[in-house]
Nanobody
């Protein structure tokens, strides 16, 4: 059984920075990719960022490119800078067997999901 636990959600103001973390508990595959998705009220879940096992590359939604940075060491991280009100959402981390240019933004490719952490950005 694999459990993902997100940390770091908060209420901030536009222009602030915030860092999210995601810990993986339990045993999964020897190597795996991870990603961040988000869901705003009344909206579908959308891709934010993803990183493969190697960590040598990363993928971003156009809406966050240049502002968000995904990284991984013992945990998965998402550094969010220059936050905007439209970044307000519940943020989820997820784990997948492989993250590559053909799969990174597809929720169906991810096997396990965290419970989500709320990020609220006020103007």
């Amino acid at each position: 059984q694999v459990q993902l636990v997100e940390f770091g959600g908060a209420s901030v103001h536009a222009g602030d920075s915030l860092a999210l973390s995601c810990a993986v508990n339990g045993r999964y595959r020897p190597s795996y990719g991870m990603g961040w998705f988000r869901q705003a009220p009344g909206e579908a879940r959308e891709f934010v960022a993803a990183i493969p096992w190697s960590g040598r590359t990363s993928y971003y939604a156009e809406s966050v490119k240049g502002r968000f940075t995904i990284s991984r060491d013992s945990v998965l991280r998402l550094q969010m800078n220059s936050l905007k009100p439209e970044d307000t959402a519940v943020y989820y981390c997820a784990i997948a067997p492989v993250v590559d240019r053909g799969t990174y933004d597809r929720p169906g490719e991810y096997d396990y999901w965290g419970q989500g952490t709320q990020v609220t950005v006020s103007s």
